[in-house]
C-alpha cells in the first residue's frame, strides 16, 4: 500500500487477513493441540492415509500462516500457499456431507475457506500490513510488456 490514506477496500481486506489469520491460529492451537493433541491428530490423519508427519506439518502451516496473515506479511502468498491445507481438510470431510454440523464435519466450510483465500490473494493485503506483497494480476500483460518482449 502507498503512503495514500486508506480506502474501504483497504480496510475490508484487513478484516479478511485477520479473520483468516485468527481462524488458522484457532485451528492449529485450538483443535489440532489443545484439545486432539498433535499425537491425537497424527494418529488421525495416520488413519485417514496420510503419514503422521503431515500432522506436524499441517500444524506449523495453519499456526505460522495464521499469525502472518494477522500481522499482514505477504499476505497474497500466504492465503495461497495455506490452499493445500484447506483442499486437505475438503477431501477429508467431502464424504460427511455438506452441513460441517454433521457427524464428522462436511465440506463446506473447508471450501467457503479456499474461496476466502483466494479473495484475500486476490484483494491483497489491506491497511496495515507489516509487509506488503507485491501486487499481482489475472489479466493479460499490457501491450507494452507484450512489445518489449
Do not use: C
Not at 13 to 20: E, G, I, P, S, Y
Not at 24 to 41: D, E, Q
Not at 48 to 72: D, K, N, Q, R, S
Not at 119 to 146: E, I, N, V
Amino acid at each position: 500500500m502507498s503512503n495514500a490514506q486508506p480506502t474501504n477496500s483497504d480496510y475490508a481486506a484487513l478484516l479478511l487477513r485477520v479473520a483468516l489469520g485468527i481462524m488458522f491460529i484457532a485451528h492449529s492451537l485450538v483443535l489440532k493441540w489443545m484439545t486432539f493433541t498433535l499425537a491425537g491428530t497424527a494418529q488421525y490423519f495416520e488413519s485417514l492415509g496420510l503419514p503422521a508427519f503431515l500432522a506436524y506439518a499441517t500444524f506449523w502451516a495453519e499456526l505460522i500462516g495464521g499469525i502472518l496473515l494477522v500481522l499482514g506479511v505477504q499476505s497474497r502468498w500466504v492465503a495461497l500457499g495455506l490452499l493445500p491445507v484447506l483442499f486437505g481438510a475438503a477431501w477429508v470431510h467431502i464424504g460427511n456431507g455438506w452441513v460441517f454440523s454433521a457427524q464428522g464435519g462436511g465440506w463446506e466450510y473447508p471450501l467457503y475457506l479456499i474461496v476466502l483465500s483466494v479473495a484475500q490473494a486476490l484483494l491483497g493485503d489491506g491497511a496495515y500490513a507489516l509487509k506488503p506483497s507485491r501486487k499481482f494480476s489475472l489479466s493479460p500483460a499490457p501491450a507494452s510488456l507484450k512489445a518489449a518482449a
